[in-house]
């Protein structure tokens, strides 16, 4: 039992110092130390913040498979500030529909100057999103998708084949939604246990 706690505090210390070196901006650094608080037992506080410090990395997909798999292993650890940064690796990724829906949840839960920027960034994905997708954009995200899962990155792949099929609904042609949606069953069944 002794042994235990010992390596529960010094998780805990580990998340302490990753914390600190992120409000210092020492990201590399940051990271390392959330995911040995998270290999100690620090809780599923240090999966959500190691993910939120890939997104200060600028490793959006990384940090977006880091989101799902601290989803996965501590649901109730999420709160309006990570999910602020979930939306920022999506929007850095290029799903901005994955984005929006992310900043339309945070709106000022998280105090008025990251609900500042979440409104400013729902501005700048509806002049993104305004017009009608071309073939090519929900072709593209098809194609990320199967990199994706081709690499065993089944949370991202959905993320991808989720954001093909909304984009496709805009089109009177609908424009590969079939597949998407295909693709994200077959995620599905490969998830299944």
Known sequence: MCLASGVLAAGEDHLLAGAQLFRERRFQEAYVEFMVASR??????????????LVKLQRPEDA???FAAAERAAPSAADP???????????????????????????DRTGPRIGAQARKM?????ALISSEPSVDTIDWYHSRGEAARKGGRHALAALYY????????????HHRQAEARASLSG??????P
């Open 122 to 126: 729902r501005v700048d994905i509806a």
């Open 64 to 66: 977006l498979e880091a």
């Open 81 to 107: 500030l990570l999910d602020y940064y979930r939306a920022l690796a999506c929007y850095d990724a290029r799903l901005f529909l994955c984005a929006d829906a992310l900043l339309d949840g945070v709106g």
């Open 162 to 173: 989720r954001e093909a099929s909304a984009l496709a609904a805009r089109r009177p042609d």
């Open 187 to 192: 995620l599905r069944k490969e998830l299944a």
């Open 40 to 53: 100690l037992g620090a809780g599923g506080d240090a999966a959500w913040y190691a993910a939120a410090t």
